[in-house]
């Protein structure tokens, strides 16, 4: 089963991004989510995870 890199949600729908995988529930949030939304912060520090992730697997 495939974890979410950002919500740690387990959904076998999503993509692999890197070497993370992320949710359609997630993709979908970061298309809608606008910068002056609460959750857009909990977004951005996901995505900065998955970053870091793959940087360190280099
Ligand atoms: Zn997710």
Known sequence: MKTCSICNAEDPKGI???QSFLCD???MRISKTRVDDPEYDEIV???KKVWQTNESLK
């Open 45 to 47: 520090n996901g995505i």
């Open 25 to 27: 529930n997630c993709l």
């Open 16 to 18: 692999n991004i890197l």
